[in-house]
């Protein structure tokens, strides 16, 4: 063989789990091969002739005895590559869905950020791609993205790079397709970037395709997985394994400057830029609307982090608005100062408005007698509020779901026109003229 673009030295190997794909596993090892010098393949239970057609071949062959999914083939792989002493494992699907030739171009970039998982993105415009799969991986990334805060390009590609002592160090339940979905969470759970790399895909005729995904199963594991997922990481978070260090860790030594180091960092999450603060509530409302404008967010996702803020900024919490905005967007991966700013519905006046409100409601609601205090003591209105609690905080509920679908559905809209208008702007105005060119 010619001298491999990925040599052994370099820490890398490449797996290549497999089940009943004769006709094109021998094409794909072979291939593979001709750009590294180490393979792995995992016969995951075949039932055809893959052992014979795979005995003469230079490669390290794993088999189970019988069919236990994809994810465990790829642990199996991943194990054994761990042993051999190498630190990253390219993964490859046997089907010659993807390209081998590309295999160091995902390396390059592994290299470049070695605790990275990179991905492999498949270009679904090509022909004989099936709608299914497309459909697939846009539901699978908009429900990875709602778990992780991560844009991946492509959550089902099988076309990957891991770093082997962090893959090797989560524990997943998933053993078929849904384990590479499952793995990228824990994951970037744990803290490893995901990086994406664009990549060709040769999707056969139908007649010709060979495909072991169960459209009922596994999109059952599917659906399963990220309601799992959003389940344990939104409503109720719990810790995660965390597999890279932090530049800024939270344990400083001790408690009181570890909580000192976790309110720095609150802080330093909820700064909100000055123009934003500045002024009345109509400027800053503008100079908020001008912001979003100008921000990488849809304008569905700068709706809801406005609409939770303001959900936020009419609860009975009055002093730790801030700190709910921003835990709350923090942990659903929304836009922390749309949402932080956004509490800002109650200000001045505007929250003993909103309170006094909410009291009446909730009392309404609860048939109580509504007994208004007529005095300005803060004793008397403290008192007042304390007994009043349960009222306060369900007519806050109610009129918060209100203003937060209001400013959520206002904010959604008025984004949308915004921005439309600034592309029909810079439509209209054309590119920028180029310099002249001076003639002799």
């Not at 490669?59 to 790829?74: E, F, M, Q, S, T």
């Not at 970037?193 to 596994?218: C, G, M, Q, T």
């Not at 806050?396 to 203003?403: E, F, M, N, Q, R």
Request: charge should be positive; hydrophobic fraction near 40%; proline fraction near 6%.
């Amino acid at each position: 063989m010619d001298s491999p673009a990925v040599p052994a030295a370099g820490g890398y190997c490449v797996v290549i789990p497999t089940y009943n794909n004769r006709k094109t596993v021998l094409d794909v090892v072979r291939k593979v091969r001709a750009v590294a010098e180490c393979v792995i393949v995992v016969d995951d239970g075949c039932t055809d002739d893959t052992p014979e057609l795979l005995k003469s071949e230079p490669v390290i062959y794993l088999r189970h005895k019988r069919n236990r999914g994809k994810g465990v083939a790829l642990r199996t792989g991943f194990k054994k590559a761990l042993e051999l002493g190498y630190h990253h494992a390219v993964t490859i699907d046997s089907d010659g869905q993807h390209f081998p030739d590309e295999i160091p171009k995902l390396v390059e970039q592994s290299r470049a950020s070695p605790d990275a998982v990179v991905i492999g993105v498949r270009d679904m415009s090509g022909e004989h791609v099936p709608g299914r799969s497309s459909f697939g991986r846009m539901f699978s990334n908009y429900w990875l993205k709602v778990a992780t805060g991560i844009d991946v390009g492509d959550t089902q590609s099988g076309f990957r790079v891991y770093p082997l002592r962090h893959v090797t160090r989560v524990w997943c339940w998933s053993r078929r397709f849904t384990y590479e979905c499952e793995v990228i969470i824990r994951l970037a759970w744990g803290g490893c970037p995901i990086l994406n790399v664009p990549v060709k895909v040769y999707y056969p005729p139908k007649a010709e395709r060979v495909s072991h995904f169960n459209p009922f199963w596994d999109n059952v594991r599917f659906t399963v997985l990220y309601l799992y997922a959003n389940f344990s990481h939104l409503l109720v978070p719990l810790p995660h394994k965390r597999l890279v260090r932090r530049e800024e860790p939270i344990w400083q030594g001790s408690v009181g400057a570890s909580l000192k180091a976790l309110w720095h960092r609150a802080r330093k999450l909820a700064a909100i830029p000055e123009h934003l603060s500045e002024g009345g509530p109509i400027k800053r409302f503008r100079a908020l609307m001008r912001y979003l404008v100008h921000e990488k967010n849809t304008p569905g996702e700068l709706g809801l982090s406005v609409g939770i803020g303001a959900f936020w900024g009419c609860s009975p919490w009055i002093g730790f608005h801030w700190i709910l905005a921003l835990y709350s967007a923090t942990r659903q991966h929304l836009n922390r100062i749309a949402c932080i700013a956004a509490t800002n519905v109650s200000f001045g006046p505007l929250t003993a408005v909103i309170a006094f409100a909410s009291i009446w409601l909730g009392k309404l609601m609860l048939g109580q007698p509504l007994l208004m205090p007529r005095t300005t003591n803060w004793r008397v209105l403290s008192s007042f509020a304390w007994n009043s609690l349960g009222a306060w905080v369900l007519g806050s509920i109610i009129i918060g779901l209100a203003a937060s679908f209001a400013t959520g559905l206002g904010t959604l809209y008025g984004v949308r026109a915004l921005r439309r208008r600034k592309m029909k702007a810079g439509a209209e105005s054309g590119p920028a003229p180029g310099p002249q060119s001076s003639t002799a």
